[in-house]
């Protein structure tokens, strides 16, 4: 029987494909190369997805993990650990260590040297404003810095003094010597390196000029060996240089830069300084918000890992520019949890119900399943008493014929418990309902009573005696609108609902739940305890998502 590739299909790996069978590469070398500036995204995630995906779909093909870190001022090490941490929780390896750009400082020091040489590149004293002035505009063709002709041995020498620290910040750069009249702005004579005196979280004060990102970037991917490197589309501007600086120094491999669209997600913003400025602002707790898009902030809300790849998976990879509904990163979220969380019950905003049939010294314990639909998670015990706690908004003293749970004279089913029928109700000073008193029929316990009485409605409980308290925080997303991005002040368009604080009660076996794992707390929502703030003594669950899209 012939084997059924079931490899995801799309343009790169249509290239890869070609790449291989006419021999041009004999294996796959890819990356994914985050710069550790802030945490990564749910945009990034998809990138993840496709880099790693490619290296474990192919025989022999590797990808590895490299941060480009050129900017020391905006880079810190908690990042580059935070990144490492969600790659590794998608569920993708790397090859071998971690690498950083970094690492290659001195060989792309020498190419930089070499460019100079060969008079491709020139050490510039224009200033930021005149650099600007310089460069012309998108119909005006830029103009030759005066140092442009400087001699290949001044700049040379330089270029030794701006790495032996001689000069300050901003008074001298070296840029390639390409095009002042490109129409491609990025190829008018770019800076490749500059002076900053910062303290690296890798170099340490070795280094007081770093390399431009653009002129990094492509020389460590051949360093590396990378045979692909795939970007997002805003990178198509850049792929000139790409080429042109591995074009112009003696390294050998030429890796090949192919563009792909960026995932555009609905109500939500993927841009680092935007998000960055959120924190700042304090509008949200920090990176790993469970509002927050960042797969930090996922995964402390409780999305697993599985339904992020799903998600990449079913989005595809296209070079067309598009904007994906969150409602479908959601469903996949759900489908996930339908299938894998375990049920459980939780009460969010509690009234207390007085079962007056139910002998005040009696206590039982009632068995139900983990999973309704998988008996190999097996069962879980539930307290059961004379009080129980039940949701607010599950009981009315009149409700209409649509209102299927409990109210005065009519029957509802505890889940995996009694039929019980509300008698009356006791309410405080304010006219709220405090405690509602109701009698049991002892021979209905279970989906399949002994009378055969059919009852309409199904309620959640928790036993009032035999519980855990527990604070319950209620997300949902961020923003009003589909596009914040486009808002001029994304803070005029946050969701003022967008976590709400709730304090009921959960079962007991909630009291060992598994940090960032996910439970259906039945006719509630998908929750998870969270990874920081709750403890044994205060529990604390996010809501991952709703049952159903409700926004």
Known sequence: MTQVDTRPSNFIRNIIDDDLKTGKHQSIQTRFPPEPNGYLHIGHAKSICLNFGIAKDYENATCNLRFDDTNPVKEDVDYVHAIAKDVAWLGFEWQGDIRYSSDYFEQIYNYAVELIENDKAYVCELNAEQTREYRGTLTCPGKDSPFRSRPVAESLDLFKRMRAGEFSEGSMMLRAKIDMASPNMK???????????????????????????????????????VTHSLCTLEFEDHRPLYDWVLANISIAPKPRQIEFSRLNLQYTLTSKRKLNALIEDKLVSGWDDPRMPTISGMRRRGYPATALREFSKRIGVTKQENTVELASLEACVREDLEANGPRA????????VIITNYDE????????????????MGTRSLPFSRELYIDRADFKEVGNKHYKRLKLNQEVRLRNAYVIRADDFKTDDAGNITEVYCTYDAGTLGKNPEDGRKVKGVIHWVDAKINKTAEFRVYDRLFLVDNPGAESDVNSVLNPDSLILKHGYVETNLAEAVAEKAYQFEREGYFCTDNKDSTAEHLVFNRTVALRATF
């Open 187 to 225: 190829m008018r004579d770019p800076v490749i390196y500059r002076i900053r005196f910062a303290h690296h979280h890798q170099t340490g004060d070795k280094w007081c000029i770093y390399p431009m990102y653009d002129f990094t970037h492509c020389i460590s991917d051949a360093i590396e060996g």
């Open 361 to 376: 010294d009696k206590s039982e314990s009632l068995t139900a399943p983990v999973h309704p639909k998988d008996e190999t």
């Open 345 to 352: 019950m939780a009460v969010l905003d509690p009234i207390k």
